[in-house]
């Protein structure tokens, strides 16, 4: 029996944080080539401070999904990320690939947490950044 013949768990704790990430989001694997046999999926999960965005971002040739697990999150994308969609905890949402975006949590006060995977891994690739007051409605405080 090898490896890939058997699940592999990765126990609360255990996640890998050495993953490539946008602007200091809190984002850890859980499935990935990190530290299991997976070799086209990564899956993980992150977290958003109060009044958190993060840089402009896009995730190259990986198809993305995201499920809010809490909060409330901005999706900011389009020409000078003009164009927006909201995000409500319980939503899932997908992510074409090379699509330019930035994520926000739209609460001063609470934390926001997403689950998220992509195919076939995680790519970050981080683009320059844009002054909040182009962001229409966010704020960090």
């Known amino acids: 029996m ?30 990935g080539p990190q530290h299991t046999p997976a070799t086209r999926i990564w899956f993980g999960k992150a977290s958003n401070p109060p009044g958190f965005r993060s840089l402009p971002h896009h995730h190259g040739e990986a198809e993305t999904g995201a499920y809010l697990l809490s909060g409330r999150a901005r999706i900011y994308f389009g020409e000078g990320f003009q164009e927006y969609l ?11 690939p090379y699509l330019p975006h930035l994520e926000a949590n739209m609460s001063t006060t609470e934390e926001l947490w997403w689950l998220v995977c992509r195919s076939p891994e995680n790519i970050v690739v981080n683009l320059p950044d844009v002054a909040d007051a182009s962001l229409a409605g966010y704020r960090r405080t």
Do not use: N
């Open 86 to 96: 909201e995000i409500a905890a319980g939503d899932f949402m997908f992510v074409p």
């Open 2 to 31: 090898t490896a890939s013949d058997r699940p592999v768990v990765t126990r609360r704790g255990d996640e890998q944080g050495d993953t490539a990430q946008s602007g200091g989001l809190s984002l850890v694997t859980g499935v």
